[in-house]
């Protein structure tokens, strides 16, 4: 099993609320990503984390907040975001952070911030 | 900094033809790796192939396969019997051993690749 799961497939949301995005895999792998994609454009890192703790923030804004409550799990809590903050979120996984280990990625969860 | 430069945003193929998709990079470092990923429009990002810098040979995997130029930093994908399947946005990237916990991808701006029947 390859898979990373993201739910939901489809956030609308207001400049005002609070959600989060959720990532899951079951592969044991121990290293996992945030990516934002824009159209058309490649994807840019967002956070990664490692064993559970965050090895890096791509000084990102401080309204996207991960978290990784275990080595299966990776949330993505969102607030107070703006429009251009609207996008594709890509979750990805890998075995380890070595240069050897592939990337996993999820089909992405497109934010929509009204 | 490393960059990733894809020239071709757009490239057309008749299905069963072939085609190469080009890529170049700036590096110092001499440890790093080389990819492909296609992103269909269901948005999945894939793992192509992969090249490592210290390996002379060219990767393959069935149609696709790789010339990789070091000394010219240059990274080019060959798709043989192109099938409508492979129609996408391919990005080549690049990944550099920074040691213990950190590993960043970084990704060219894609090249979109239709397939015509």
């Known amino acids: 099993d390859t898979e990373v799961t993201q739910t939901p497939k489809h956030l609308v949301m207001g400049m005002t609320n609070k959600k989060s995005l959720k990532c899951e895999q079951h592969?044991?792998?121990?290293?996992m990503y945030w990516y934002k994609q824009k159209a058309k454009k490649p994807p840019e890192l967002m956070f990664v984390?490692?064993?559970?703790?965050?090895?890096i923030n791509e000084s990102v804004p401080s309204r996207f907040s991960p978290e990784c409550p275990n080595s299966s799990l990776l949330n993505l809590h969102l607030h107070a975001l703006q429009p251009e903050d609207s996008a594709l979120y890509l979750c990805?996984?890998?075995?380890?952070?070595?240069?050897?280990?592939?990337?996993?990625f999820g089909p992405g969860t497109r934010l929509t911030v009204t | 900094a490393q960059t990733v430069t894809q020239s071709q945003p757009e490239m057309s193929v008749q299905e069963a033809e072939t085609v190469t998709l080009s890529c170049t990079y700036d590096?110092?470092?001499?440890?790093?790796?080389l990819f492909w990923y296609k992103q269909p429009p269901s948005r999945q990002m894939i793992l192509v192939i992969r090249?490592?810098?210290?390996?002379?040979q060219n990767a393959t995997e069935n149609r696709f396969s790789v010339n990789f130029q070091k000394a010219a930093k240059s990274f080019s994908l060959k798709i043989s019997d192109s099938q409508l399947g492979d129609a996408a946005m391919y990005f080549c990237?690049?990944?550099?051993?920074?040691?213990?916990?950190?590993?960043?991808?970084?990704f060219g701006t894609g090249t979109l690749l239709a397939v015509q029947p």
């Open positions: 990805a996984s890998s075995q380890r952070t070595g240069l050897t280990y592939e990337q996993y």
């Open positions: 984390y490692s064993y559970e703790k965050l090895s």
């Open positions: 990237a690049y990944r550099r051993n920074y040691g213990g916990a950190t590993n960043k991808l970084i």
């Open positions: 590096t110092s470092e001499s440890d790093y790796y």
């Open positions: 090249q490592e810098a210290y390996k002379q």
């Open positions: 592969m044991g792998h121990r290293a």
